[in-house]
């Protein structure tokens, strides 16, 4: 049995946690998660405030962690850190700071790919949640479809063309005057609006699609968002108070009924073509109450159970990372002290669509 610590710096989260196992048995001794609130301000992560706000919370944030699960470094076996993708100055935060540890205390780094970690977060809570499966990331900065034919192999069959779901949240979110981050605030005006006055079309989807396609498990949001704003500039200036809020809450409906519709119709083809009978869900937008409905019920006609990770191993954490750094561990992969950065990497482990 491997102690791994995981470490995760790649966006506004400054987090780190102790994970132990080996294969699908695992046990998550801790996991800490610090969000950098600052953000909310600037109405979007600004990455020079990201990288410091790292900075300064790496240490503790670790050392949190450790203490936690009742450990030191002493008792880990490897250092397990997101080295791609993201925004370069947070990443090399805490990839620094994983070599370092890892080089003080003789013990290996493993590099893991951001993305990987949000394909095994889910299976922390629900072991079940394991390959074969069905992947759909929906996260601010990506939207991925994936055929999981075991760890460590996967076909990327979709992925947005233009904006990621959880960024089409948060514009639509700023049209409609919400806070940032949007998607929580537009999944609850949303529920108070009525679904049939604003019918947008669920974006890349249509009814004589077929298999071989170029768009058919593709995605895109940017036309969504829009047809959005042209709904908010035709909105009646003079409405009052209570008709406004009413508007909006019509248009945060039609648009979350689109771009679920989009999702869940990709996911469902996805699921039906590789005869998977588990879909599971990863990334913010994962968090989403009608998401998580509407693809349970899309996909009952072929039997499939829907996996959604609790919200704290949705959004971005240090969990993920040392879980599938704890795969990677076993499969003999080591990093080296020479270990860089990247702002955007293909996910490792690409097979054939
Ligand atoms: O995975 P995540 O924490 O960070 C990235 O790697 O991007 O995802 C953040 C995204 C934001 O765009 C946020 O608006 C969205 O997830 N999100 C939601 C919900 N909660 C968070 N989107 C829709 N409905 C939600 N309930
Ligand atoms: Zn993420």
């Known amino acids: 049995m491997a102690r791994i610590l995981g470490i995760e710096t790649s966006c506004d989260e400054t987090s780190a946690a102790v994970l132990e196992g080996s294969g699908d048995s695992v046990t998550q001794r801790s996991l800490v998660i610090l969000s950098q609130d600052v953000h909310r301000v600037f109405g979007g992560v600004v990455p020079e405030i990201a990288s410091r706000a790292h900075l300064t919370s790496i240490v503790p944030v670790v050392s949190r962690a450790l203490d936690d699960a009742n450990t030191s470094l002493d008792n880990v076996d490897a250092i397990a850190v997101t080295y791609a993708p993201g925004l370069i100055g947070a990443l090399l935060v805490g990839v620094c700071y994983a070599k370092s540890l890892a080089f003080a205390r003789g013990i290996p780094v493993i590099p893991v790919h951001h993305m990987e970690g949000h394909i095994f ?32 192999r996967y076909r990327l069959l979709g992925a947005t063309r233009d904006d990621a779901a959880g960024e089409a949240f948060d514009k639509v979110a700023k049209l409609l005057g919400l806070p940032y981050p949007g998607g929580r605030p537009i999944e609850m005006l949303a529920r108070e609006g009525d679904p049939s006055r604003y019918r947008f079309s669920r974006p890349m989807v249509r009814t004589n699609d077929s298999p071989g396609d170029p768009d058919y498990y593709a995605f895109s949001f940017s036309g969504l968002k829009t047809a959005v704003l042209n709904a908010v500039k035709a909105m009646p200036a003079a409405a009052a108070d209570g008709d406004d809020h009413k508007i909006r809450a019509d248009i945060a409906r039609g648009f979350q009924d689109a771009l679920i519709g989009s999702l869940v ?26 998401l998580v409905a509407a693809m349970k019920q899309r996909v009952a006609e072929i039997d499939a159970n829907v996996y959604a990770p609790p919200p704290r191993l949705a959004t971005d954490n240090a969990a993920m990372i040392a879980r599938a750094g704890l795969y990677h561990y076993y499969q003999g992969e080591r990093g080296t002290l020479d270990l860089n950065a990247f702002p955007s990497r293909p996910l490792p482990g ?3 669509a």
Do not use: Q
């Not at 809570?125 to 939207?143: D, I, Q, W």
């Open 121 to 152: 977060a889910t299976s922390l809570e629900y072991p079940e949640a394991r390959p074969p499966f069905t992947a759909l990331l929906v996260s601010g900065g990506h939207t991925m479809l994936l055929d999981v034919e075991s760890w460590g």
């Open 265 to 290: 119709e990709k996911t469902f083809r996805a699921a039906d073509a590789f005869a998977r009978t588990c879909i599971v869900l990863g990334g913010g937008v994962a968090c989403n109450g009608a």
């Open 350 to 352: 690409l097979i054939a």
